[in-house]
Every structure is written in structure tokens, then in C-alpha cells.
């Protein structure tokens, strides 16, 4: 539980003890200085228990504590015979509650009522089965007391462990996110050592040869080395363009479906959210930039879902319609107030636009969570091959 929020409430149910035990002090007509002194005594022993000892209450010293409260309660209420000294005793039903066990707490709410009828049986002196009205109806509202405490104990349980599963979530996102980038300079890398690195190796071989040659003045031997060299390192720009190019136009790996379901496989075990996918089995081979497209969107919106919307589910289905490409992610996440593209949304936007596609991210109504939905035309796709 939030510790301010519990502070709050703390204020609040003493407050109401203060209250009450004035209001009992003055309406009853059984006023006495030891009654005075009982409440009196009970005021400090809770301020003293809540901000003197700071005693979290479920704990044994905790129970001693509300045990010997509910002591002085049934004391008072013997003294009293005031309603307003039932108080005590609900408000002694709720803290027990919301700290203890729902057995024990039933059993604890039994032995308030059971404090109330043997009090108010000794102070007014009520032979058994005689004015039964007394009685009865109140045990409706001591059990109303118990009922109302231990909803809100499971209220504020649901909230504690929905709050530490957006924790989790919200690490896993940036772990996710942290490794998508690594991933990104991994093959930046890899990309740039298979190209850059070999040309200039072959063209550092070959200038090498041609200095040796000429130190011994094999002059025809350099010309054809630099020749060489020329050619490789013109060979090396060509290579150097072709990567930057599937640098912009490819996603790591050259297999498009295996890719999808390793990138869904690998986010339901780094994140433990469930997803679900349908993908066609008809869809035909893709050009780089469609896969691209597909590819990057099914990441952002798994990030987006994860990071923003707290999602525990996704459904993701790919699929051939006619003469288009159909993408869906739904999420059963926390949907915005207002969509609002940020940088992530920016870039994908883009990319479909670059394809001819449509982009829609729309709210899940009646249910949660948001649906991103792209529709590419097909005909991008023949135009892509062509090229």
C-alpha cells in the first residue's frame, strides 16, 4: 500500500475516534469521570500505538494492541451504553481486516459483536430473548463494516501488484528497446566490417605489394598491384553503397516470417505478456522496404503497447486480402486520452507512406486498449520486385 495514502487514512479513522469520543462524552447520560478517563486513555493509546511506536498492526504486536483496544472499547461501552461507543469496535472490525486474514478477521468481527451484546446486556441489564431489536439488526451492520474493510484490502492488493507488474513491464520495455538498438549497431557493425573492412584490407594488401615492388624496381609488377587496387577499392564503394542500402531498406536477417515470430517469442520471454498471431501463409515474398515497414511497426507497437498502455496481451494478425497486405496489433493496455505521435509513430508513418500505405491507430471500445492497423496495396509490392 502507498505509505501516504496509509498515513492519510490513519489521520482520518483518528480523527473520527477524537470525534466520536467527544460526542460519547457529551451525549451520554451516563457521564463519569472514570468513562471520561477510559475514552481518554483510549485517544493515547492509539495516537501512541500509530505515531509514537509507528506499530504496523499485522504483525502479533499490532494484534496485542487492537486486542487491548477492543478491551477498553467493551469497557467503555459497558460505562456508556451509548451508540457512539460502538465506534470503537467498527472501526477495530476495519483495521483488523484490512491487516489480517479474512478467517481471523471474521472471527474478530464475531468477538466485537459479542463485546457489544454483552456489553449493552450488562449495562442495561436485558434478560435473555427480551427486547431482541437491540441485537439483531446490528449484526447487519458489523458484518457490513467487515464486508466494506475487506473489499478494500483486495482493492488496494489489486493496485500494490498492478502498480509492481508496470514496473516490471516498464523494465522489460526499456530492456527491449535497449536491445533493439544493440541489435541495430550490432549489425551497423557487422555490415561495416563485411564491407569497409575487407576493401580496405585488400587495398592496404595491395599497396604494400606495390611498394615492395618498387624498392626492387619492379615497376611493371607495382603498376599492375596499384591497378589491382584501384579496381578494389572502386569494387569496396560499390560494396559500401550496396550496404548502406540494406541498411535502409532490410531488418537483420534475410528471413521475413521466421524474424516476425522471433521477435513475438522473444518479447513474451523478456516481458511475459501474451501475444497471439495469425500470419497467412499465401503472402507472398516482400521486398526489403515492405518487410521494413511490417517488421519496425510490429516493434514499435509491442514497445508502445508495453511502455505506455501497461499491456499484458496482444494479438497480432498479417494477412492477404485482395490486392492488399493487412497488418493488425490490437492490446488490451490502458488507452491515451488522445493519440499522439511522437517520434516512434513519426517514423512509422513514414515508412508506410514511402510504400503507399494507410496508417489508423484507433481505441478498443467497449474494451481496452488500442488497435494499430496498416494496409499496404499490392501493387507496391509488384513495383518493389520490379525495381
Known amino acids: 500500500m502507498d505509505a501516504q495514502f496509509y498515513k492519510k487514512i490513519n489521520l ?3 480523527m473520527i475516534v477524537v470525534v466520536a469520543t467527544i460526542t460519547l462524552l457529551l451525549h451520554t447520560t451516563a457521564f463519569s469521570l472514570g468513562l471520561c478517563l477510559l475514552a481518554c486513555a483510549y485517544i493515547a493509546v492509539v495516537l501512541i500505538r500509530d505515531y509514537v511506536f509507528r506499530i504496523d498492526l499485522r504483525y502479533w504486536a499490532g494484534t496485542l494492541f487492537l486486542f487491548f483496544q477492543l478491551a477498553l472499547a467493551f469497557v467503555i461501552s459497558i460505562l456508556s451504553a451509548d451508540f457512539f461507543a460502538q465506534v470503537y469496535l467498527l472501526i ?20 466485537c459483536y459479542a463485546c457489544f451484546v454483552l456489553s449493552l446486556w450488562v449495562s442495561r441489564q436485558i434478560p435473555p430473548y427480551d427486547n431482541i431489536y437491540d441485537f439483531m439488526p446490528r449484526v447487519i451492520e458489523y458484518f457490513a463494516i467487515f464486508g466494506i474493510s475487506l473489499l478494500a484490502k483486495i482493492a488496494f492488493q489489486q493496485k500494490d501488484q498492478l502498480a509492481r507488474d508496470n514496473e516490471q513491464l516498464r523494465i522489460a520495455s526499456l530492456e527491449l528497446e535497449r536491445k533493439a538498438k544493440l541489435q541495430e549497431r550490432t ?13 580496405l584490407t585488400s587495398a592496404l594488401a595491395g599497396l604494400q605489394t606495390a611498394a615492395h615492388a618498387i624498392r626492387r624496381n619492379h615497376y611493371p609488377l607495382a603498376q599492375e598491384m596499384i591497378d589491382r587496387t584501384k579496381a578494389s577499392i572502386l569494387s569496396g564503394l560499390d560494396d559500401v553503397r550496396s550496404s548502406v542500402h540494406l541498411l535502409r531498406e532490410n531488418i537483420p536477417g534475410h528471413l521475413f516470417i521466421p524474424d516476425l515470430t522471433a521477435l513475438i517469442d522473444e518479447t513474451q520471454k523478456k516481458t511475459g505478456v501474451k501475444i497471439t498471431y495469425e500470419i497467412d501463409a499465401s503472402m507472398p515474398e516482400l521486398p526489403p522496404m515492405i518487410e521494413l515497414t511490417i517488421y519496425r511497426a510490429l516493434q514499435e507497437g509491442l514497445t508502445n503497447g508495453l511502455r505506455h498502455g501497461a499491456s499484458s496481451k496482444f494479438h497480432f494478425k498479417l494477412s492477404l486480402r485482395g490486392s492488399r497486405i493487412q497488418f493488425s496489433l490490437s492490446d488490451n493496455g490502458k488507452a491515451p486520452l488522445q493519440i499522439v505521435y511522437g517520434f516512434g509513430l513519426n517514423a512509422m508513418e513514414e515508412r508506410v507512406t514511402d510504400v503507399n500505405g494507410e496508417l489508423s491507430i484507433s481505441k478498443n471500445r467497449p474494451a481496452s486498449g488500442v488497435t494499430l492497423e496498416i494496409t499496404i496495396p499490392l501493387q507496391t509490392i509488384t513495383t518493389g520486385r520490379r525495381e
Open 12 to 14: 482520518i479513522l483518528n
Open 92 to 111: 477495530l472490525i476495519g483495521e483488523f481486516t484490512f491487516h489480517h486474514s479474512r478467517n481471523h478477521s471474521i472471527f474478530f468481527t464475531m468477538l
Open 187 to 199: 549489425r551497423i557493425a557487422r555490415e561495416i566490417h563485411d564491407s569497409v573492412g575487407h576493401t
